[in-house]
């Protein structure tokens, strides 16, 4: 598709200096740390919220809902941000979470406390979608990834860190101050956005993709559900229940219309076009596995610590620190390394194959297994991890235009989701399957059979109950659990194919704005007497072209000719 240039004296320009891009990733790392901890710090608190709350049989829905409109938001979030700017949306996604916050802290009822988790996910996803894409406006790619890896690092440390700082909360001055925290970090974070983030904002006259946000709206809606159905339904997977026949036929529909839709529509929400730039198809489906493996095999660790160590909330969210400390080292160092070298395919092909053994690994779990060895096994693939989350995001950025910057990653982050939710189900389906055969044999001398007995279960009864029922407890958990990682091998090595056949592109040298026309790296390139000078800067090379593939001449791509910049 191609942009008409625009004379570029006629926009106001920024000037994209080291200081100006150091105040703005500090608020995106406020913002996405809020956004990424709020996925798992309500998990080890649910407990006691339903129980003060009182909604045993809605429960689910509390963190379903925050899945559910964080990945409804994350294409909105990235469309709206190409068409009219990334700051508005920004500050926006920033109050609706420290707004839905407060509400969620002052809920007196289930109901309640869902809906504002609902608003608060759409706060979350326009916070991660949109913290991704801004740095790919004012970095070039060939140095974005020592800013990619902390935020990669980041999203690491909250996955682990949630679970633990829930279960302190929870345990200290209550659930409640879960949401609390975030009303203080939220607040210094549209702070320094407010001041930091001086984007250009657009008014732009083309049509907003309806049918497309609705048909998508409602097709995420569905597949969520159907994913969760185990837990929201009393029943769980019975086929013989109409409604559950009727959300997968809905679904489907859902998702034949948006194709539709998108084919159709002027400006799409999600150009079906961007599935024919392979390295944004290989990277998208890479993601989308890796969000399948990673939540499936975080979700059921922390249950299996608790039941085998005799470890209590808190305690079993430090257990699981090894694996945010090899997320971390490998995610900062991978990204270091890709700013020094310009080549990254390495990294998500080495990395896959770390996750993939570190999977079998986990095969090998027992009741009575060492700590050490344990801790070892979740370093392992929090290290494979982090050798491959940003550098993907990072493969889609480099590769398509620099108009579609936000709708890629949001792109590629929607899948990620949505494998998520789907891997965990299924994951958490078989585990729990296997275990109900397994606690079966255990209690089956047991008043009541199994049912009654695992329906009781938590760490303290079992570290209450005689010695061998006790070990045939955490045996059966531990003989659920390792036979489980092994559904999850050949997904990983499907995901390793998809990265040997991941295109090398050279790092563009450009960042997104100075693509644009929107922004110049140094003061001297300012058209002089529109200018809007923010700091002096050093100077940027050369880049690819707008299809992202190599190009040899200089110079940035031009603006949409429909667009006018506010000033």
């Known amino acids: 598709m191609a942009h008409a240039p625009a004379p570029a004296p006629e926009k106001p320009v920024v000037v994209l200096t080291q200081r100006t891009v150091w105040l703005i990733f500090s608020a995106l790392l406020a913002s996405m740390f809020l956004a990424s901890l709020d996925q798992t710090i309500v998990g080890t608190a649910m407990p006691t919220i339903v129980g003060e709350l009182d909604g045993v049989a809605h429960q689910g829905w509390v963190i379903t809902a925050y899945i559910l409109a964080v990945a409804i938001g994350m294409p909105l ?32 009822g289930m109901l ?42 980041l999203f690491g440390i909250s996955a682990v860190l949630g679970p633990l700082l829930g279960g302190w909360l929870t345990e200290g001055p209550g659930w409640r101050w879960a949401f609390w925290l975030n009303i203080p970090i939220g607040l210094a974070a549209f702070a320094v956005a407010w001041f930091a983030l001086r984007l250009p904002s657009f008014r732009s006259s083309r049509p907003v993709d309806w049918p497309g946000i609705v048909s998508m709206a409602l097709a995420t809606t569905g597949i969520v559900l159907v994913t969760s159905w185990e837990s929201l339904a009393d029943g769980g997977y019975d086929w013989s229940d109409w409604r559950l026949g009727a959300l997968v036929v809905g679904t489907l529909a859902a998702i034949a219309v948006f194709v539709v839709a998108e084919n159709r529509a002027a400006e799409p929400l999600l150009p ?48 699981m620190l090894p694996m945010m400390a090899g997320m971390m080292i490998t995610s900062i160092g991978s990204g270091l390394a890709i700013t020094r070298t310009g080549r990254y395919k390495a990294f998500p092909v080495v990395g896959l194959i770390v996750v993939g053994l570190s999977m079998v690994w986990l ?7 060492s700590m050490w060895t344990f801790g070892a096994m979740i370093f392992t693939l929090g290290a494979g991890m982090g050798l491959v989350m940003q550098v993907v995001v990072l493969a889609v950025q480099n590769a398509v235009d620099p108009h579609e910057l936000g709708t890629a990653t949001s792109a590629n982050n929607f899948f990620r989701e949505i494998g998520a939710a789907v891997g965990s189900a299924l994951f958490t389906t078989m585990f729990t399957s296997r275990l109900t055969d397994n606690l079966a044999e255990v209690f089956a001398g047991a008043p009541g059979g199994a049912a009654d007995a695992e329906a009781g279960l938590t760490p303290e009864v079992v570290h209450q109950l ?72 050093a100077g940027a090379g050369d880049g690819p072209t707008a299809d992202g593939t190599d190009a040899d001449d200089d110079g940035p791509a031009g603006v949409r000719a429909t667009d006018t910049l506010e000033r």
Do not use: C
């Open 77 to 108: 979030y990235g469309k709206f941000g190409d068409l009219y700017g990334r700051r508005w949306p920004f500050l926006v996604a920033i109050g609706l979470f420290t707004v839905s916050s407060a509400g969620a802290a002052l809920a007196d």
């Open 112 to 153: 309640a406390l869902v809906l504002w988790r609902a608003v608060q996910g759409l706060g979350g996803g326009g916070l991660m979608i949109l913290s991704q894409s801004i740095i790919a406006d004012i970095v070039p790619a060939s140095e974005r990834g020592k800013y990619m890896g902390p935020l990669g690092a």
């Open 272 to 319: 079906l076009r961007l599935f024919t730039n392979r390295t944004f198809t290989l990277s998208t489906l890479i993601g989308l596995v890796l969000g399948m493996g990673m939540f499936s095999a975080m979700a059921m660790l922390p249950t299996f610590l608790q039941m085998s160590t005799g470890a209590g909330i808190t305690e079993s969210g430090w257990l």
């Open 363 to 369: 095969t090998t779990l027992t009741g009575d297994i």
């Open 466 to 537: 005689p010695d061998p029922v006790r070990s045939g407890v955490v045996d059966a958990y531990a003989d659920s659990l390792a036979p489980s990682f092994w559904y999850l091998v050949p997904l990983v090595a499907f995901g390793l194919v998809l990265a040997l056949f991941l295109p090398v592109l050279k790092l563009s040298d450009v960042a997104g704005m100075v693509a644009r026309g929107e922004a110049v790296t140094d003061e001297s390139e300012l058209p002089a007497p529109r200018a809007a000078v923010v700091a002096p800067s």
